[in-house]
DNA sequence: CTGGGGAGGGGGCCC
DNA sequence: TGGGCCCCCTCCCCA
């Protein structure tokens, strides 16, 4: 029996062992892939037969036109040209990433291992995006995954992002580690083509350095960014609604930038802040690593204004999104690691930006809107007052209050409210209540007088230990 | 089933 | 460069 390449059986009607044909062939075949590559790439490297030169920043870099035709999609558009030629070698020329990024690129194009590192990681990705090289993104995207330590299991569901769970990153621990180590550069040869463990991921990754429409499914969420072609948010508002089951978030140093006032919170919240600057989370630590690795070229893509003069933006790695400043690059780039340094210390919910963070404190917590939640009118201190219900408050007005009969509710700073609170905080002692109120009235004191208005809530603001879901009752 | 509103998320851009 | 504001979008809940 004589097995051929694809594994099938020729000549034979018996019920052949066909298994046992397919893995010698498969075995014969990886075999015969991995000794032409490393012939190739002997060839390579001692200059024979190349015929495409390639000039990052000055660095000549000789090649194989074949090769890359067969690696990138920016070398199949270049070289299919002339392909028909078979002139004096082609010429490509590149200063969009650095010679050391590239040669990085073609030791993978020629012999399937990836030396990635921390440092070097997202200018490869960059690079190889430019170069429309699907398999270098996903290993990359694969890298950084790992570096950033985001899992499923590990972690909190909710706020896991990159894919939609495609990823044996995430499905397996194990593999995880696996796959991290084929990128090492001690490991045994990558797979070649590897076996991209989200081929329909390709579609947010194809883009090179054009911007393509992305497809958008059911369920995607789909804000004026992402009409632009950014790819759907790294969780779906369904699993944003869940009980959060992280009982002890995280504090992150992202917030810690720089420390800043935060008048507009009771101190318990800004301490909270403040506590980001504490012992920093390990993905957020590790967020910071990458984003203190993000080089000066990070993605940039040259776009040419109405004057042909270039605008110069930043492209995500991870998408199709340019913008304008490294800083908003970063900002995006938190929707794509999940990464969401701001938690809510009153129902343990976390946000990527604080402002978002502050709103939801505001909205939910505060009851600073003026408006009847009941009727939809206008409140006043005086025509209205605030309902606590769980850590959520919100303001009915007076007719409201009687129509309902809110007796049962706890009304802002009645005796109830206040105890009621200190259950939820989960006062220990009385000890623990006193310097609670001390640093409530110190609060209090430095507050202004309008949010001295809704002093109470300070009451509530204070991190739920144990807490392993969200206490926020709802209507 | 549908429309309205609330809540949350993300982008652009000003300060 | 980060904070903050504005705007717009989607999802979800509810009437």
């Known amino acids: 029996m004589e097995p051929v390449s694809d594994g099938r059986t020729r000549g034979s009607a018996l019920p052949v062992p066909q298994q046992v044909s397919r893995v010698s062939s498969a ?21 024979l037969f190349c015929d495409c030169h390639v000039l990052v920043e000055g ?5 194989h036109r074949n090769v890359l035709f067969g690696s990138s999609g920016y070398f199949r558009m270049l070289l299919s040209r002339g392909a028909d030629e078979c002139g004096p070698p082609v010429t490509a020329s590149f200063e969009a990433f650095s010679p050391d990024t590239f040669a990085v690129i073609l030791d993978f194009v020629y012999s399937g291992r990836l030396d990635l590192t921390s440092a070097n990681v997202i200018e490869v990705m960059s690079a190889a995006s430019y170069l429309q090289m699907n398999d270098v993104i996903s290993f990359c995207k694969d890298f950084i995954k790992c570096s950033l330590d985001i899992s499923v299991r590990e972690d909190d569901d909710r706020y896991l992002s990159l894919s939609e769970s495609k990823s044996s ?41 054009g911007v393509l429409p992305l497809k958008r499914g059911p369920g995607v969420a789909s804000n004026r960014g ?28 992202r917030a810690s930038g720089k420390r800043k006032a935060w008048s507009s919170l009771p101190r318990a919240e800004t301490a909270s802040l403040l506590d980001l600057q504490g012992a920093p989370s390990n993905k957020a630590r590790k ?36 913008v304008k400043r490294k800083a908003d690059l970063k900002r ?36 600073r809107k003026l408006v009847c939640r009941k009727c939809k009118r206008h409140v ?33 700073g009645s005796e109830e409210a206040h105890s009621a609170a200190a259950l939820f905080l989960g006062a220990d002692t009385e000890e623990d209540e006193e310097d609670r109120e001390d640093e409530e009235k110190d609060w209090l004191a430095a507050e202004d007088d309008d949010l001295a208005v809704d002093s109470g809530t300070d009451l509530i603001i204070q991190e739920v230990e144990g807490s392993d879901e969200e206490p926020e009752l709802q209507n």
């Open 27 to 47: 075995d014969m075949m990886a075999t015969h892939q991995s000794h032409l590559l490393k012939q190739l790439d002997e060839q390579r490297r001692q200059e």
């Open 59 to 63: 660095q000549l870099f000789k090649a």
């Open 169 to 209: 990153l995430k499905e397996e621990p194990a593999a995880a580690e696996q796959q991290h180590a084929a990128l090492s550069p001690s490991n045994k040869v990558a797979p070649w083509p590897p076996v991209s463990p989200k081929a329909e991921h390709d579609e947010e990754t194809k883009s090179g350095v």
């Open 226 to 253: 992402r009409r632009r072609g950014t790819p759907a948010p790294p969780q779906t508002r369904k699993a944003e609604t869940q009980p959060f089951v992280t009982p002890n978030p995280e504090r992150s140093t």
């Open 287 to 322: 967020a910071d690593e990458l984003y203190a690795t993000l080089p000066t070229i990070v993605g940039v893509v040259g776009i040419f204004n109405k004057d042909s003069s270039p605008s110069m933006r930043f492209k995500c790695p991870f998408c199709t999104h340019t």
């Open 332 to 367: 995006h780039l938190r929707c794509h690691t999940g990464e969401r340094p701001y938690p809510c210390d009153a129902c343990s919910k976390r946000f990527t930006r604080l402002e978002h963070l502050r709103s939801h404190f505001e909205t939910i917590h505060q009851a």
């Open 380 to 412: 006043t201190e005086l025509s209205g007052r605030v309902v606590c219900e769980g850590t959520r408050r919100y303001r009915l007005c007076n007719e409201c209050i009687q129509e309902s009969g809110c007796d049962a509710l706890m009304m802002d």
